[in-house]
């Protein structure tokens, strides 16, 4: 059984700087892809960022540049720090995980998302 509790979320101006936090329990972390979603009002979650278990990162266009996503597998901790943060970056967000056995996903798990609101 996987948990997921992300922190560090608050109000920050635009142009502002937060670092997100997502603490994981369970044995299967330092093989698993990390990734961060995140969802607006009234928008669909989308995509953030994910870390490869060998520290590989892609990010989704509209953050590219200003987040990194980074992990410490000692201590079980994905990372998300968001420089220049634009009001449009305001959204609960969520880190999530999957889990395998025998090469086939065995399940899904989220956190229970941190909220960041970033104003102009």
């Known amino acids: 059984q996987v948990q997921l509790v992300e922190s560090g979320g608050g109000l920050v101006q635009a142009g502002g700087s937060l670092r997100l936090s997502c603490a994981a329990s369970g044995r299967t972390f330092s093989s698993a892809f990390m990734r961060w979603f995140r969802q607006a009002p009234g928008k669909e979650r989308e995509f953030v960022a994910v870390i490869t278990s060998s520290g590989s990162t892609v990010y989704a266009d509209s953050v590219k540049g200003r987040f990194t996503i980074s992990r410490d597998d000692a201590k079980k901790t994905v990372y998300l720090q968001m420089n220049s943060l634009l009001p449009e970056d305001t959204a609960v967000y969520y880190c999530?995980?999957?889990?395998?056995?025998?090469?086939?996903?065995?399940?899904?798990?989220w956190g229970q998302g941190t909220q960041v609101t970033v104003s102009s």
């Open positions: 999530y995980q999957r889990t395998f056995s025998n090469g086939q996903m065995e399940a899904e798990y």
